[in-house]
């Protein structure tokens, strides 16, 4: 996607961004990532962390297209989004809520100032929320906020996009011949080693999921495959790449997505 060079990226910027979004979306399963295989594999890759009695935290849970999913694996989940529109789409979910769970419901809430006591959750989910604050320093402290409200020894699962992803995937398709991928213009990408040191203190870092599989696949492959037309996140190439990557997920770190996860200390 190109960069939009007419606007400086701040927090209205983006805030109007994913209002209009929104608008136009509403519970479509695309409102918030368009590659929705990928979401599909990052979806299930989380909830193998999940357990039947969590009390569970879905923050940045858009639409809550993904909210719906975890439910089906914990006790009770919140999701939180800044953005009203998203979180009005969400609550016409609330009707589709699975008989496991006892309690789904979603509300407004921003990031780095979450409305939540501390140590109140036993899982805390965030995907691709961080790289929607384009201030470094406040994607850390909107980590530690959500460190503030998991139980101590109890787990953070955080999916974001980082510059180290990014410009692997980069190289794998300037290797074979392809243009980089743009930065998507507005976000900022998460700096790996920098915000893992900032967050240290209170989050240790257990292990690191790259989908390197599905990533060489729809981002190298699938476009040379199709060249000179555009790759469609649609293609059944996608879809064979996700199910690949449940049982080999990566390849080479070829993947611009990151899940991180996190044990509060």
């Given at each position: ?26 519970i ?9 295989h ?21 923050i ?36 589709h ?5 006892s309690?789904?419901?979603?509300q407004?809430a921003?990031a ?18 961080l790289?929607?604050?384009?201030d ?24 974001e996009?980082?510059?180290?992803g990014?410009?692997k ?18 976000n ?6 920098a915000?893992?040191?900032a967050v240290?203190e ?31 996140f649609?293609?059944?190439i ?14 080479d770190?070829?993947s611009?997505?990151?899940l ?6």
């Amino acid at each position: 996607m190109a960069t939009c060079p007419t606007q400086e990226i701040t927090d209205e910027v983006v805030f109007d961004y994913w209002q209009n979004k929104a608008s136009e979306k509403g519970i479509d399963r695309t409102a918030t990532i368009r590659d929705h295989h990928y979401h599909r594999l990052e979806i299930a890759t989380i909830k193998r962390y999940l357990r039947s009695t969590d009390n569970c935290l879905d923050i940045g849970c858009g639409n809550g297209i993904a909210t719906i999913d975890y439910a089906e694996s914990v006790d009770s989940i919140i999701g939180a989004d800044y953005s009203p529109g998203m979180i009005e789409a969400a609550q016409q979910r609330l009707p589709h809520k699975p008989q496991s769970c006892s309690e789904l419901s979603f509300q407004v809430a921003d990031a780095r100032d979450l409305p939540f006591e501390d140590e109140q959750f036993s899982r805390v989910i965030m995907e691709r929320c961080l790289i929607n604050i384009p201030d470094r320093d406040q994607q850390v402290q909107a980590a530690l906020e959500a460190a503030r409200t998991l139980k101590s020894g109890e787990l953070f699962l955080l999916a974001e996009v980082t510059l180290q992803g990014h410009e692997k995937v980069n190289k794998h398709r300037l290797m074979h011949g392809l243009e980089k991928l743009k930065v998507h213009w507005h976000n900022t990408y998460v700096d790996e080693p920098a915000f893992v040191d900032a967050v240290s203190e209170r989050l240790e870092l257990v292990e690191t999921i790259r989908f390197g599989m599905y990533g060489f696949i729809s981002k190298v492959l699938h476009p040379l495959m199709v060249a000179p037309q555009e790759p469609s996140f649609d293609a059944k190439i996608n879809e064979v790449a996700a199910e690949m990557a449940l049982k080999m997920p990566d390849f080479d770190g070829c993947s611009h997505q990151v899940l991180f996860v996190f044990r509060k200390k």
